[in-house]
């Protein structure tokens, strides 16, 4: 029986840790438009592990495939920004992407209080 409640509370701190890390990663894509985002990634890719076993590793995954599908398309906008094509692709498409990933985010943090996995 102590057994049971030692893996209850091991999967709490787990969520509480993803808790965290979805606000840290919402606060640094807030205010440097996700520069910033490299620093709870490192914690994802150091806590995933943990949480095997658990419906948070999928939350891990979701974070982490989330901040490098952002990244590739903001560096596509960017290589927009600097062509032919020039701004008129680029803010577009970098508006959509941050729409993006401000929904995964949120997306992420409402279903991990909902106690769901994440695809």
Known sequence: MSQELILDSK??????????LYVVHGLTFFFSLGLLS?????????????????LVYSHHGWMIRSFWWYVIWMLV??????????????????????IWKAYRLIRGFVDLNNNRAMP
């Open 77 to 98: 906008a960017g290589l927009f920004a600097v062509t032919v094509v020039g701004l008129v692709v680029a803010v577009p498409l970098a508006a959509i992407v941050w």
């Open 11 to 20: 999967a709490e701190a787990a969520k509480d840790t993803a808790r965290i």
């Open 38 to 54: 490299i620093l709870p990634l490192l914690f994802n890719y150091a806590k995933r592990p943990e949480s095997e076993g658990t």
